[in-house]
């Protein structure tokens, strides 16, 4: 069992960047993909991006060229940088263990003027 918890969610301009990271209550280094999904209001879960065990990462194309995942086994954590937001990036966020099943509780992105 792993618990993931999101921390970085806030209040951001748009063009603005934030860094979302999770911390996992384990190690990490079993876990093949940890990944990053949202889920705005009225509308389902989506896949954000996800990165294997040794870093390759895969990206929803309308986030491609503007966020950025990483891992760090060694401090059990994942980061999710977003650069250039757009009010449409505005969504609950979630940290997952993808392959094991586990989600974290969200963490609030809110893009706005």
């Known amino acids: 069992q792993v618990q993931l918890v999101e921390s970085g969610g806030g209040l951001v301009q748009p063009g603005g960047s934030l860094r979302l990271s999770c911390a996992a209550s384990r190690s990490i280094f079993s876990i093949n993909v940890m990944g990053w999904y949202r889920q705005a209001p009225g509308k389902q879960r989506e896949l954000v991006a996800t990165i294997t065990k040794g870093g390759i990462p895969n990206y929803a194309d309308s986030v491609k060229g503007r966020f950025t995942i990483s891992r760090d086994n060694a401090k059990n954590t994942v980061y999710l940088q977003m650069n250039s937001l757009k009010v449409e990036d505005t969504a609950v966020y979630y940290c997952?263990?993808?392959?094991?099943?586990?989600w974290g509780q969200g963490t609030q992105v809110t893009v706005s003027s």
């Open positions: 997952s263990a993808v392959d094991q099943h586990y």
